[in-house]
């Protein structure tokens, strides 16, 4: 406080100046107002979770910061305490003059539970999704969340409940070069705990657009099948995606699940 106190009597200013917004755009009024969250965007409602900015960083641009530390929304809510801290740690090096500050333990533990309590209500919801039962249903998954232009290879997994439905949309596990991919099995698994998946589908694309799988891919697959069984969370198939085709493991008898049809190059 004495160093805010300190702050205004020298005429340094809060950034972006919260305060002076009329009470209509505030973040909790807005809410109140209109009876409904549904009209609030992603950074007022993480602004009303954080409560309070930091000297020089009001709760709005905080918010923004820590939104862009992860790359959207959808991947900050996939965080847990420790890839929250980390993510927040390497936003600040590389962003030394727009640091997030004033996330100490408490505020980190408080949005941890935040977003354990959002996918938990994802994963009860009463609409399950129709269940990944052949390679063809991963592969329609896995295009969802693939952009048709993708230069550099992305490695994902998908979780699956004991019904083989999607306990989320497709997790981003990498992204790598034009020509690989770099990750540990660990990475991949941490992801299935994190939504207390008892089964998983993985998939990378080739850019070059040929799916025929390399050498590295077969050790890869290797290494998560053997993980697997440790694990308890079996790997059920591995697709790798090309710009018109695609190459399954399960369909070729080298994982659990398979029925349905890899094409060639």
Same mark, same amino acid.
């Given at each position: 406080?004495?160093?805010? !106190?300190?702050?205004?009597?020298?005429?340094?200013?809060?950034?972006?100046?919260?305060? *002076?917004?009329?009470?209509?755009?505030?973040?909790?009024?807005?809410?109140?107002?209109?009876?409904?969250? =549904?009209?609030?965007?992603?950074?007022?409602?993480?602004?009303?979770?954080?409560?309070?900015?930091?000297?020089?960083?009001?709760?709005? &641009?905080? !918010?923004?910061?820590?939104?862009?530390?992860?790359?959207?929304? &959808?991947?900050?809510?996939?965080?847990? #305490?420790? =890839?929250?801290?980390?993510?927040?740690?390497?936003?600040?090096?590389? *962003?030394?003059?727009?640091?997030?500050?004033?996330?100490?333990?408490?505020? %980190?533990?408080?949005?941890?539970?935040?977003? &354990?309590?959002?996918?938990?209500? #994802?994963?009860?919801?009463?609409?399950?999704?129709?269940?990944?039962? !052949? !390679?063809?249903?991963?592969?329609?998954?896995?295009?969802?969340?693939?952009?048709?232009?993708?230069?550099?290879?992305?490695?994902?997994?998908?979780?699956?409940?004991?019904?083989?439905?999607?306990?989320?949309?497709?997790?981003?596990? =990498?992204?790598?070069?034009?020509?690989?991919?770099?990750?540990?099995?660990?990475?991949?698994?941490? %992801?299935?705990?994190?939504? *207390?998946?008892?089964?998983?589908?993985?998939?990378? *694309?080739?850019?070059?657009?040929?799916?025929?799988?390399?050498?590295?891919?077969?050790?890869?697959?290797?290494?998560?099948?053997?993980?697997?069984?440790?694990?308890?969370?079996?790997?059920?198939?591995?697709?790798?995606?090309?710009?018109?085709? #695609? #190459?399954?493991?399960?369909?070729?008898?080298?994982?659990?699940?398979?029925?349905?049809? =890899?094409?060639?190059?």
């Amino acid at each position: 406080m004495a160093c805010f !106190s300190k702050l205004r009597k020298t005429g340094v200013k809060m950034a972006n100046g919260f305060k *002076n917004l009329v009470t209509e755009l505030k973040p909790r009024e807005k809410i109140e107002k209109a009876g409904t969250a =549904s009209t609030a965007s992603a950074v007022e409602l993480l602004a009303i979770i954080l409560k309070t900015g930091t000297v020089g960083c009001d709760v709005m &641009e905080l !918010s923004r910061r820590l939104i862009d530390a992860f790359g959207g929304v &959808e991947e900050l809510v996939r965080t847990d #305490y420790n =890839s929250l801290k980390s993510g927040v740690a390497e936003y600040n090096r590389r *962003n030394p003059a727009r640091k997030i500050l004033g996330f100490g333990r408490v505020k %980190l533990l408080e949005l941890t539970a935040a977003f &354990e309590l959002a996918r938990r209500g #994802y994963a009860c919801r009463k609409d399950p999704r129709k269940p990944i039962l !052949s !390679s063809e249903d991963a592969v329609a998954a896995f295009r969802a969340v693939l952009k048709s232009d993708a230069e550099r290879e992305t490695f994902w997994v998908l979780p699956l409940d004991a019904k083989k439905r999607p306990l989320a949309d497709a997790q981003v596990v =990498s992204i790598g070069t034009a020509n690989g991919v770099g990750f540990h099995p660990r990475d991949v698994f941490a %992801l299935a705990v994190r939504w *207390n998946a008892t089964g998983i589908v993985v998939a990378h *694309n080739h850019p070059s657009g040929c799916p025929t799988p390399s050498k590295r891919d077969d050790v890869l697959t290797q290494g998560l099948l053997d993980a697997g069984k440790i694990m308890g969370i079996p790997l059920l198939d591995h697709v790798i995606l090309g710009s018109n085709s #695609y #190459y399954s493991y399960a369909d070729e008898g080298r994982c659990a699940m398979g029925n349905g049809r =890899s094409g060639p190059c």
